[in-house]
C-alpha cells in the first residue's frame, strides 16, 4: 500500500485568523486515528496565541471542528475502537470527551484532585472496554471513568487514602487499559531520588470505586477494591508510554534515562527481578513527552518525533521499524490501533498515512 493523504494542510487551517495573521496552526499537538482511516483527529494550536486550540476531525473529507473551552492546549486523543467517541486529555487537567455519532454532543470532566491551571505535557488518556482511564503528571492521579454513565469506577487517590503516607501509591501521568478494560496501568514516581525504586502500578479486577479498603498481601500483590495490584520494576527512570499486549499478559514501557531513550517489556505472569531495558538509538533522549506504544502482534511499537525524523521503533529489539523524514518539528505522529500504519500530522503537509512493514 502506498502513502495515503488523509487531510490536506488547508484543512487544518483556521477559517478565522487574526488581521495580518497567518491561518496556518503554529504546531500540531496530537494526532489520533481510528482503525480503518476512517476518521483522522488532529489538535491544532494558533499561530498567533499559543493556547488558542481547535481539535478537527476529518472523515470522508469533511472537517469538523471540535471548541476546546478556555483554548487549552491538547496534550493527548484517542478514538474509542469503533471510532464513535474521541476524549482528550487538556491542559489544567481537564478531561473532554466528544460522541462523534448521534448527537455529537460533548462531556466535560475534571481530572479527580485537579491542581489549577499547571500545564504538564505528559497528561494521557487510554480506552479500553466499556471504560477509558486519564492521568496527568501534575495531579499524580488516575482516574478510570465508565464510558456510558461517566462515573468514577476507579480512583487511585481515594484507593490508597488510608494507607500510611510513605505506603501510598499515584501516578507519574502515564496510562493503559487492557482490551477488555479489567486491567488498567500506570507509572509511579520515585519514593526517593536516593534509590532506584522506579516501578509501574498494574491493577487487576478494577473496582467500582466503592469499596475501598487497605492494602493486604496476596499472592500475586496487594488486594484493592476486591481485586489486586501488583508493582513492577522497569529500570527505566522516567516513562513515557505505556501498552498491554492485546491479551493483557505482558506490558511494553518507553521511556527515558538520563542519557537514553529505552524500552522494556514485562512479563505480568513472570515478571523480571531486575530488568535491563533495550536502548532506543534515537537522535535525543525523549523528554516528558507522550508517547503511545501500539502492539503489532506479537511486536510493540511506538512512533518517536526526533528533530526532523519520525521513526518507528520495535521496543523489544530495539531497531527501527521505518523512518520518515517530516518539516520541522511542529508534528504529532502515532500508530493505527493494530500497529501496521504510521499516521503523521504536519501543519505544512497535512496529514499522511504510511504502511508499515
Not at 26 to 43: E, G, K, P
Not at 55 to 82: C, I, K, M
Not at 92 to 104: E, K, P, Q, V
Request: charged share 20%; with cysteine; proline share 8%.
Amino acid at each position: 500500500m502506498s502513502v495515503r493523504r488523509l487531510a490536506a494542510p488547508e484543512d487544518l487551517e483556521t477559517p478565522h485568523p487574526l488581521p495580518a495573521r497567518s491561518p496556518v496552526p503554529q504546531r500540531i499537538t496530537a494526532v489520533a486515528v481510528t482503525a480503518d482511516l476512517s476518521r483522522t483527529a488532529i489538535a491544532t494550536a494558533a499561530p498567533w496565541v499559543r493556547e488558542l486550540t481547535e481539535v478537527l476531525v476529518v472523515a470522508d473529507g469533511a472537517v469538523t471542528r471540535l471548541s476546546v473551552p478556555d483554548r487549552r492546549r491538547v496534550h493527548d486523543l484517542l478514538f474509542d475502537p469503533e471510532g464513535s467517541a474521541l476524549t482528550a486529555m487538556v491542559s489544567g487537567n481537564a478531561i473532554h470527551r466528544w460522541a462523534l455519532d448521534g448527537t455529537g454532543g460533548r462531556w466535560p470532566l475534571g481530572m479527580l484532585g485537579s491542581g489549577g491551571s499547571h500545564d504538564l505535557p505528559l497528561a494521557q488518556v487510554s480506552v479500553g472496554g466499556r471504560s477509558f482511564a486519564t492521568a496527568n503528571a501534575f495531579t499524580q492521579n488516575v482516574v478510570v471513568w465508565d464510558a456510558q454513565t461517566r462515573s468514577v469506577r476507579q480512583d487511585i487517590h481515594e484507593t490508597f487514602k488510608d494507607l500510611a503516607y510513605d505506603d501510598r501509591v499515584v501516578g507519574e501521568g502515564t496510562v493503559a487499559l487492557s482490551a477488555e478494560g479489567s486491567r488498567l496501568a500506570f507509572s509511579r514516581p520515585r519514593r526517593s531520588f536516593m534509590t532506584e525504586d522506579e516501578g509501574v502500578v498494574v491493577v487487576q479486577e478494577i473496582g467500582n470505586g466503592q469499596e475501598i479498603g487497605r492494602g493486604q498481601a496476596t499472592g500475586g500483590g496487594q488486594e484493592i477494591c476486591g481485586g489486586t495490584y501488583a508493582e513492577h520494576r522497569t529500570g527505566i527512570s522516567w516513562v513515557n508510554g505505556l501498552a498491554f499486549r492485546p491479551d493483557g499478559a505482558a506490558l511494553a514501557v518507553v521511556g527515558a534515562r538520563p542519557d537514553q531513550t529505552v524500552a522494556t517489556v514485562i512479563d505480568l505472569n513472570d515478571p523480571a527481578d531486575d530488568p535491563e531495558p533495550v536502548v532506543l538509538p534515537t537522535g535525543q533522549r525523549v523528554g516528558r513527552i507522550n508517547l503511545r506504544p501500539v502492539w503489532c502482534g506479537a511486536e510493540p511499537r511506538v512512533p518517536i518525533v526526533d528533530r526532523n525524523r519520525v521513526t518507528v521503533w520495535n521496543l523489544t529489539s530495539g531497531s527501527p521499524v521505518l523512518s520518515v523524514d517530516v518539516p520541522g518539528p511542529r508534528i504529532a505522529a502515532t500508530l493505527t490501533p493494530d500497529g501496521r500504519t504510521l499516521v503523521i500530522a504536519s501543519p505544512d503537509d497535512g496529514v499522511h498515512a504510511h504502511p508499515l512493514p
